[in-house]
T-cell receptor, first 114, second 114 residues
Framework: QQQVKQSPQSLIVQKGGIPIINCAYENTAFDYFPWYQQFPGKGPALLIAIRPDVSEKKEGRFTISFNKSAKQFSLHIMDSQPGDSATYFCAASIGSYNTDKLIFGTGTRLQVFP | KAGVTQTPRYLIKTRGQQVTLSCSPISGHRSVSWYQQTPGQGLQFLFEYFSETQRNKGNFPGRFSGRQFSNSRSEMNVSTLELGDSALYLC?????????????FGSGTRLTVV
């Protein structure tokens, strides 16, 4: 119930492609869904986040699509660039105001070739 | 603005020893969380401190402990080290409790137990 399932494990696209990473959850109490980007040797960095009352959110080339009924959410990277090559993690948490526990997906290693 | 600082960056310890890792949050941030990252288990929540009190704890044995000081700096301690404790330990700080504030991760301490 506390798990967040992420797929695919790895993804290879060419520059300009639109990689899509999917996540699914079971616990309907989750109310915050962030995506993190991690480069080798660095900690995860917050990319974009969404709450269940919104079906889509865009920030620059990054878009989250959220399907509350299916309990799924996904990250789309428009016009992907070699600099986007990194590991991406989806996450979820419960309680916007009184908890600091993030449940992470298993990660997707993205490689963008020129 | 300085980010989250974790020291040391790398550490090699022998089985049975104990280790202390340090985290200095972003100035003004009062919440500090710790996560363990391994290739097999991914990112797992260890514990969260706010106002010098542990507010939340993950599913780790009692060998893992932590504390937070009045200046919000935090330390985590692992006693009686096991080979399986080899991991990247990440600290994340936030202005307050809850996902509304967002989390900023440090670059981590890479612990190797031999």
């Amino acid at each position: 119930q506390q798990q967040v399932k992420q797929s695919p494990q790895s993804l290879i696209v060419q520059k300009g492609g639109i990689p899509i990473i999917n996540c699914a959850y079971e616990n309907t109490a989750f109310d915050y869904f962030p995506w993190y980007q991690q480069f080798p040797g660095k900690g995860p960095a917050l990319l974009i986040a969404i709450r269940p009352d919104v079906s889509e959110k865009k920030e620059g080339r990054f878009t989250i699509s959220f399907n509350k009924s299916a309990k799924q959410f996904s990250l789309h990277i428009m016009d992907s660039q070699p600099g986007d090559s990194a590991t991406y993690f989806c996450a979820a948490s419960i309680g916007s105001y009184n908890t600091d526990k993030l449940i992470f997906g298993t990660g997707t290693r993205l490689q963008v070739f020129p | 603005k300085a980010g989250v600082t974790q020291t040391p960056r790398y550490l090699i310890k022998t089985r049975g020893q104990q280790v202390t890792l340090s985290c200095s949050p972003i100035s003004g941030h009062r919440s500090v969380s710790w996560y363990q990252q391994t290739p097999g288990q991914g990112l797992q929540f260890l514990f969260e401190y706010f106002s010098e009190t542990q507010r939340n704890k993950g599913n780790f044995p009692g060998r893992f402990s932590g504390r937070q000081f009045s200046n919000s700096r935090s330390e985590m301690n692992v006693s009686t080290l096991e080979l399986g404790d080899s991991a990247l330990y990440l600290c994340a700080s936030s202005l307050g409790r809850g996902s509304n504030y967002g989390y900023t991760f440090g670059s981590g301490t890479r612990l190797t137990v031999v």
